[in-house]
């Protein structure tokens, strides 16, 4: 049976897609099927191609069967700035329903663990009335929170869980991510965050010179998304 899930984080930059592409990667080492999608993407690159983002290319290269690019990210922005200030000023429409038909095209290929990664965290504009957070609502999808070790991380993680917890949706797991090498108390921070956070810890990574996604997937227990 696939299992689909929403990946959010307790912050912008603090590894969403390096977690995203371990755990895809993680799955596909178990013999699963895989697929990935960044519904929105802000901070694209032209290339003889279009307008490509990095962490959508990450997510692409975990997805198998291969998916093409379009599928991965369907509505990419050049400006890396909140997605609903670079789709006014691109002149782009972004709507939670828009997204939500363009994840259905990804989840009719049935792979046996598909991951939608947000933008930020929980609560980014999409428009003037609706968030990022609507897709997964609109979709049921159980949610993985990324947690950016570093201060201030126990209130956003905290916070995080019920804003989710209040639209409704399951929190599936969360990941411990080191983002600032110079935390203080690291192991004090994250044994609150194990005695708060009702959901599997489904890692802990530190932080690391080339966090490519064989190297995190090591890091991380898949077995309780699949």
Not at 72 to 79: C, F, G, I, Q, S
Not at 93 to 103: E, Q, S
Not at 173 to 186: E, I, L, Q, T
């Amino acid at each position: 049976m696939s299992k689909r899930y929403f990946v959010t984080g307790t912050d912008t930059e603090i590894g969403k897609t390096t977690i995203a592409a371990g755990l895809l990667c993680a799955a596909r080492q178990r013999g699963l099927t895989t697929a990935g999608v960044k519904p929105v993407a802000a901070g694209c690159e032209r290339t003889p191609d279009g307008l490509r983002n990095e962490d959508a290319l990450a997510l692409q290269g975990q997805s198998y069967p291969p998916l093409a690019y379009d599928l991965v990210n369907p509505v990419t922005l050049e400006a890396a700035i909140a997605p609903h200030i670079a789709a006014r000023e691109e002149q782009v429409t972004l709507t939670a329903k828009g997204l939500a038909g363009a994840c259905e095209a990804v989840f009719a290929r049935g792979a046996d663990l598909t991951l939608v990664e947000g933008a930020g965290g929980w609560c980014v504009p999409l428009n003037e009335t609706e968030l990022l957070s609507d897709l997964a609502i609109a979709h049921k999808l159980p949610v993985v929170l990324v947690v950016g070790m570093r201060l201030g991380c126990i209130n956003h993680a905290l916070l995080s869980c019920r804003a989710i917890a209040a639209d409704g949706l399951q929190l599936a797991g969360w990941v411990a991510n080191y983002v600032d090498p110079d935390m203080s108390r690291p192991e004090e921070n994250l044994a609150t965050l194990r005695h708060l956070i009702d959901a599997p810890c489904l890692g802990v990574v530190p932080r690391l010179a080339c966090a490519d996604a064989e190297e995190v997937a090591g890091f991380l227990d898949v077995s309780p998304l699949v």
